[in-house]
């Protein structure tokens, strides 16, 4: 099966740098993508990591190493407006389809106070 | 462009009634999957759809969940008869086959069972 581990809440100040870490159990590994989701609202897509290393986007940054099966989502200048809850999920392989889907963390909510 | 289209926004019912929902993907993607999230269980993929066919549908919860997809513009899920357990907020989301690490979430359906 798939687990997928991250921590249930972070808190952090505005401009700060906070790193959300995911840890992932699963066969058929494709990549880690991250998601956003604020309050009532839809999850919006972020980043993914097919290799390892680190993917920068702006003031977000995503990291993967499949040898350790972890991979971590780090933001910096930490703006109120991100305070949201963020996903891991891992792309995975369908019954030997390689269209593969994704399996999705617990989620962290991130708090970010003035 | 028109992002992904869901309706009902909201749904109240009482138990033992149908329950449909709906879903326009955006045009010219050919993947099509339906989430459920709850406090309880996180978000869990029901249901996936490539090219109008069903491809993964292990995660549909019991025989009173069906999910249709006649063409690639239109998807339903239908539950009958509901139960309060069902409560949940509904995502559907698409994919391009172009870009097959990214799924795009419409605004969900929040559905209620007294």
Same mark, same amino acid.
């Given at each position: 099966g798939q687990s997928l581990e991250q921590p249930s809440e972070v808190t952090a100040v505005e401009g700060a &740098?906070?790193? &959300?870490?995911?840890?992932?159990?699963?066969?058929?590994?494709?990549g880690l993508s991250w998601y956003q989701q604020h309050d009532g609202g839809a999850p919006t897509f %972020?980043?993914?990591?097919?290799?390892?290393? %680190?993917?920068?986007?702006?003031?977000?940054?995503?990291? %993967?190493?499949?040898?350790?099966?972890?991979g971590y989502l780090l933001l910096q200048e930490l703006q109120m407006?991100?305070?949201?809850s963020y996903f891991c999920a891992v792309r995975d392989l369908v019954r030997g389809s390689t269209l593969g889907r994704l399996y999705f963390g617990r989620g962290t909510q991130l708090t970010v106070w003035p | 462009d028109a992002g992904v289209i869901q309706s009902p926004r909201h749904e109240v019912t009482e138990m033992g009634q149908e329950v449909t929902l709906r879903c326009k993907p955006i045009s010219g993607h050919n993947s099509?999957?339906?989430?459920?999230?709850?406090?309880?269980? $996180?978000?869990?993929?029901?249901i996936y759809f490539n090219n109008n066919v069903p491809i993964d549908d292990s995660g549909m919860p019991e025989d009173r969940f069906s999910a249709k997809m006649p063409n690639a513009s239109f998807s339903t899920l239908k539950i009958q008869p509901s139960?309060?357990?069902?409560?949940?907020?509904? #995502?559907?989301?698409?994919?391009?086959?172009?870009?097959?690490?990214?799924?795009? #979430? $419409?605004? $969900?359906?929040r559905l209620l069972v007294l």
């Open positions: &740098i906070v790193q &959300i870490n995911c840890t992932y159990q699963t066969s058929g590994f494709y %972020l980043s993914y990591n097919a290799l390892d290393g %680190l993917e920068e986007t702006g003031r977000f940054s995503s990291f %993967l190493s499949r040898s350790d099966s972890y407006k991100d305070s949201a | 099509l999957f339906w989430y459920r999230q709850t406090m309880m269980r $996180g978000l869990e993929l029901l139960e309060p357990r069902d409560s949940a907020v509904y #995502f559907c989301a698409s994919r391009p086959a172009t870009k097959q690490e990214t799924q795009y #979430f $419409g605004p $969900g359906t």
